[in-house]
């Protein structure tokens, strides 16, 4: 018998080895040959040793990674002896072991009767996974099969306990052991989208709770596989860390140009897998609550309303996207195959609200969204700096994107940073995670710069060549003229884009290698980024740039000597004064509207489509929303009402312009001109538009308590926390005739109204006023004076700054 066994093993492990060396023998067939020739030799071997043990009642099973048939070269091999009594089981146990250790094969191996199999399932949760998965390979059918069906049923009728833990055991592998996609030496099993993910969603899948999408899952899984079978066999142990000097080897076996070329297709593949993950802890949640919330209407005998119906609530978010059951949607009436703007819509109503983007919207916006023109309509152009000014929430609704190919469909040059690796240890993200990352930072410093538009775009932008041969500032300077065109940016906004990705190095280099206190290293800076507003913005870029690459690359000492060469720089630069908005000429419709708003002491308003200009004279021939004039006899807290009405139609408010004429020389009025969009739906009409402005002028319409209502009916989601707001005085040289207050914060409804109350109640006059919108970034001016029609003196101009501030947060 002994000879007999040893012929056997020698058969086994020669013709394994040939499996193993055999050329053009790879991936799934490999694995599944191997998993044969393990079964056959393991088979044969348990059945002898039964039989000279004299055991009766017995069963061998393969669970984890060999009950899947997926055997790599050196993994382990996970086994179960099952028995029905004690009887010579410890014969035939050691019959069977002692032969595989004897090969030198990795063993895991337990001998159990089929209650403590169960027993031990109940208890530990990684013993009950491997079960899920077990593969009957000799002995008494009926035993593998009873058990296997037990775990099953047990699995399905806990899911909802256990479930939950698994995913908090997949939370605190990932946070152990980090995201496979960006580590330079990732855990092709324990890394966040590894396959030990992988086996969990079988695992969700199992239970009949929920189901992982399955597009490239397999495939991604697979590339997984093929790559630790080859760094198996590359560094002849079972290890499942890629480690850098074993890289090139393994690319070679797999065929492919280099490390870097390995390393993308595995963040690729890891990328799948950890947005199925996501995607598929969600909908497990989802069930769950849902399973919790039935009884409990019952119980409390609610009525049955739509939600007890089967029917979901649906709160609107923008123009096409709701929410639903914790995820952004399309809404019924969407249209993508007609709005080629709705997926960057959604993407941005999602990431302000804090919201996923639905699976099922994502695809079907894949599927029919139609093409945007190039240049890009100013809408869309907005919405992507939305997006990018969420903060965190970016982040997943971006990779939502990503998984299902719009974003290079968006901005194809996007394609080259895709899971590219940075082979410096500074950087902890691939190239273009780390430009989304930088993003992420530049949306806290959007309250810093007058154009918080251009610092995020920037910030997504600024290594976009580094998928490029060459210094990538320099090839990112050509690839961002182009992608900031593209989207629908004018001459001289492409212009400073390009000026700060290919400087984007510019400050930190300067700041940390040159001597600050020679008079030639401040004015080579200052030469090169050209003005003030250019420096804040890089200046911001920066930060945000070093905080992005990781701990090494930002400190209180490099903060510190930035700081120091930014104010150097500053005071060598020459400040340009905001243009006043009196300055303006009236066209001829103002004027009409002025003159008939003097003459009849009444409200006076008019309608029309919206063309935004283009930079340096240019026409840009584009619809953006309406434009709304309106002109009235001028009066204190005229920007509070006419804004509050606007809040109550709940139209958006893009810009805005308000000055006091006086036509006729019977007292001023005051023309106030908005360009503003519909939230969701169709404009109000202008009879209503012009009633509620002269109902709110002359004090009878209560928009405090309106919109309260409205509120209280329609409460908003709270979506994401911005940064807080900013109101500071500009320097005394912008202008020589008011103060100028600068408000900068995100974007709200009502924000406007609010701001205007708040001035009211500083007993301060508004003069004329530009407003703004940059994405979710109100950047705005008031020209204000005091009773006496001047400007205000300086402690009483910063304390009006200060109680605004105040209000607004």
């Given at each position: ?167 908090e055991m997949c939370l605190e592998r990932a946070e152990r052991q980090g995201e496979l996609s960006y580590l330079l030496e990732p855990d092709l099993k324990e890394s966040r989208g590894g396959l030990r993910d992988v086996t969990a969603l079988r695992a969700v899948a199992a239970s009949w709770l929920a189901d992982a999408p399955r597009e ?70 989802r069930v769950l609550r849902s399973r919790e919330q039935r009884p409990r209407r019952r119980l409390l005998g609610r009525s049955r309303g739509a939600a007890d119906a089967g029917t979901p609530e649906r709160v609107p978010l923008a123009d096409g996207v709701v929410e639903q059951e914790g995820e952004a949607v399309l809404a019924l009436a ?476």
């Amino acid at each position: 018998m002994t000879d007999s066994v040893e012929a056997q093993d020698s058969s086994y492990a020669a013709a394994r080895l040939r499996l193993l060396n055999e050329e053009g023998q790879s991936g799934p067939p490999r694995r599944a040959a191997l998993a044969a020739l393990t079964d056959q030799w393991l088979a044969s071997l348990a059945t002898g040793a039964a039989q000279a043990a004299g055991t009766k009642g017995w069963a061998l099973l393969a669970v984890g990674g060999y009950g899947r048939g997926e055997l790599s070269p050196r993994s382990d091999l996970d086994l179960v002896l099952l028995h029905d009594s004690e009887k010579s089981v410890a014969q035939l146990a050691d019959r069977l072991w002692y032969p595989v250790w004897d090969l030198g094969l990795a063993l895991d191996h337990s001998v159990r009767t089929p209650a403590e199999a169960m027993k031990t399932a109940t208890e530990d949760l990684k013993v009950q996974l491997g079960l899920l998965d077990a593969r009957h390979l000799a002995g008494d059918p009926a035993l593998s099969s009873g058990l296997r069906s037990a775990v099953l049923a047990d699995w399905r009728n806990q899911a909802a306990k256990r479930l939950p833990a698994l995913h908090e055991m997949c939370l605190e592998r990932a946070e152990r052991q980090g995201e496979l996609s960006y580590l330079l030496e990732p855990d092709l099993k324990e890394s966040r989208g590894g396959l030990r993910d992988v086996t969990a969603l079988r695992a969700v899948a199992a239970s009949w709770l929920a189901d992982a999408p399955r597009e490239g899952l397999t495939e991604a899984k697979t590339r997984l596989l093929d790559a630790r079978d080859a760094l198996h066999l590359a560094t002849g142990r079972a290890t499942d860390r890629l480690a850098l000097q074993e890289q090139d080897q393994v690319a070679a076996a797999l065929g492919l140009l280099d490390a870097d070329t390995l390393l993308r297709e595995v963040y690729e593949a890891a990328r799948r897998i950890a947005y199925a993950g996501d995607v598929t802890w969600r909908e497990v949640g989802r069930v769950l609550r849902s399973r919790e919330q039935r009884p409990r209407r019952r119980l409390l005998g609610r009525s049955r309303g739509a939600a007890d119906a089967g029917t979901p609530e649906r709160v609107p978010l923008a123009d096409g996207v709701v929410e639903q059951e914790g995820e952004a949607v399309l809404a019924l009436a969407a249209k993508p195959d007609r709005d080629p703007v709705l997926p960057l819509r959604a993407a941005a109503a999602a990431a302000q609200a804090g919201l996923p983007l639905s699976l099922h919207a994502v695809r079907r916006l894949a599927a029919a969204a139609k093409p945007l023109p190039v240049p890009w309509p100013a809408e869309a152009r907005e919405q992507l700096v939305t997006l990018l000014g969420a903060g965190e929430s970016t982040v997943p609704v971006w990779e939502a994107l990503e998984a299902e190919g719009l974003v290079t469909r968006l901005i194809p040059d996007w394609e080259r940073v895709r899971c590219r690796p940075q082979r410096n240890a500074v950087h902890r993200f691939t190239v273009d995670r780390h430009l989304v990352e930088t993003a992420v930072m530049a949306a806290g410093f959007t309250r810093r710069v007058g154009r918080p538009d251009l610092l995020l775009t920037a910030a997504l932008l600024h290594d976009i060549g580094k998928g490029w041969p060459g210094d990538h500032s320099e090839a990112g300077e050509v690839i961002a003229r182009d992608v900031a065109a593209r989207i629908g940016f004018g001459r001289a906004d492409v212009e400073t884009l390009a000026l700060l990705v290919r400087h984007h190095l510019l400050l930190i280099d300067t700041a940390t290698r040159r001597d600050l206190d020679d008079p030639e290293t401040v004015r080579t800076v200052a030469e090169t980024v050209r003005d003030t507003s250019t420096l804040e913005l890089l200046a911001a870029l920066t930060e945000a740039d070093a905080l992005a690459t990781g701990p090494a690359a930002w400190s209180t000492w490099r903060a510190s000597l930035l700081a120091d060469l930014v104010d150097r720089v500053a005071g060598a630069l020459d400040s340009g004064a905001l243009p006043e908005a009196a300055e303006r000429e009236s066209t001829a419709e103002e004027e009409r509207l002025v003159v008939e708003a003097a003459r009849t002491g009444g409200v006076v308003l008019a309608l029309r489509a919206h063309t935004e200009p283009e930079a340096e004279g240019e026409e840009r021939n584009e619809a953006l929303g309406v434009e709304l004039l309106v002109a009235v006899p001028d009066r204190p807290g005229l920007l509070a009402q006419a804004a509050g009405v606007l809040a109550l139609h709940r139209l958006t408010v893009r810009a805005a312009d308000l000055r006091a004429v006086d036509p006729i020389g019977e007292g001023p009025v005051a023309l106030l001109s908005w360009r503003v969009s519909a939230e969701y739906g169709a404009l109000p009409e202008a009879a209503r538009l012009r009633a509620d402005l002269g109902r709110a002028f002359d004090g009878t319409l209560d928009i405090e308590s309106r919109l309260a209502e409205r509120e209280a009916a329609y409460p908003r989601r709270r979506g994401i926390t911005p940064p807080p707001p900013r109101v500071t005085v500009a320097p005394g040289h912008t202008s020589h005739t008011a103060t100028v207050l600068e408000v900068r914060a995100h974007d709200a409804p009502g924000l406007l109204h609010r701001i205007g109350l708040a001035l009211t109640a500083t007993a301060v006059t508004v003069r004329s006023a530009r407003i703004s919108t940059l994405g979710a970034n109100a950047v705005d001016a008031f020209y204000v004076v005091g009773k006496d029609g001047s400007p205000l003196p300086d402690a009483r101009a910063a304390e009006v700054a200060r109680q605004v501030e105040s209000a607004l947060r």
